[in-house]
């Protein structure tokens, strides 16, 4: 159990910290773009390409795998949607809100640092390959659903080139292409810019979870949704089990890519949900209050998972 404690409680340590300096010296919030800034277009893409870029190329095509991470995710998407429109009468909007809130995780900020420190270099291809189908699928999804349900007023074409720039121009999906690229022709940059990336890439975790401390700090606890058990239940436990299952039935994949998997879909709501949320004007604070709620479940629950793995009750395949 002290080795599961080395490994989380430094990681939620830095979260807490953000959120604990956030309320007793706050900001404005527009203080917290640089930091953001720093993460999501220097640090986190220099840690994806210095990664991938020594990977051999062909462990960079496992289309399996990668189908099996994002349908279980979309499996918990479908579940919490449908549910949402039969069972609530919730709107189309408000419905793919919380299906985003069950299903979509913070695999962003939360997960490369985590995966990482748990499993080693050897998690940065499968965490790089989730993050950017995933990511790939929600910038697709979120848009054509609120198109559907008439909060979307471009016009098709309008909307399909919006999703195609989002997609093509996010930093981490450009560092991914860029990695795939060195490690195909088997580039290495110089030993100046070698060590740029090394220094840059040390600094995504620690930044990252410190600007979600503080982003969660920034986001009070209002309007809770009656939906938050369900949903927690979803994200928390379902979606790691699901994913486990996916993976297993579909091929004999590494331990450390069945785990990376299983650990990015066991992660909370990702902040981004609250921004979906935000751009059209639909369940704000109940997204807000899921990412929080979530969040420190998931102290409980991410623990209690890397005890399983570390300890040997999970087997790295469901079905030997």
Known sequence: MSGVAGLVLPFFGLIFIGYAVA????????????????????????????????TPIEKL????????????????????????????????AESTIKGLAAAYGNIGYMGPGLALLAFGEKAAVPVALIFCFENMIHFAVAP???????????????????????????????ATAVGVAAAAVQFTPPLPIERLLAYLASAAAPCALFAMG???AM????????????????????????????????????????????????????????????????????????????TLLSVGTVTALLYAITNGLLPPDLFP
């Open 219 to 294: 986001r009070p606890l209002r309007r809770v949704p009656h939906e938050v058990g369900v949903i927690a239940f979803l994200k928390l436990i379902l979606h790691p089990v699901i994913c486990y299952v996916m993976l297993s039935w579909i091929g004999n994949y590494e331990e450390s890519w069945v785990f990376s998997a299983v650990l990015l879909a066991s992660l909370p709501t990702a902040t981004n949900v609250f921004v979906i949320s935000q751009q059209y004007g639909v369940w704000m604070e109940r997204a807000s209050a899921s990412i929080l709620i979530t």
């Open 23 to 54: 309320r007793l010296k706050p900001h404005p919030a527009d203080a917290l773009g640089w930091m953001n800034t720093f993460v999501i277009y220097v640090a986190l893409p220099a840690l994806f390409f210095q990664l991938l870029a020594k």
């Open 61 to 92: 095509t496992e289309w399996g795998y990668i189908f099996g991470a994002v349908a279980s995710t979309y499996i918990v998407f479908a579940i919490m949607f449908v549910g949402s429109m039969l069972i609530s009468r919730s709107s189309v």
């Open 214 to 216: 503080v982003s969660l």
């Open 144 to 174: 054509m659903m609120m198109a559907i349900s008439g909060g979307d007023r471009q016009s098709p074409g309008r909307l399909a080139l919006e999703v195609l720039r989002k997609i093509a121009l996010h930093p981490f999906i450009i």
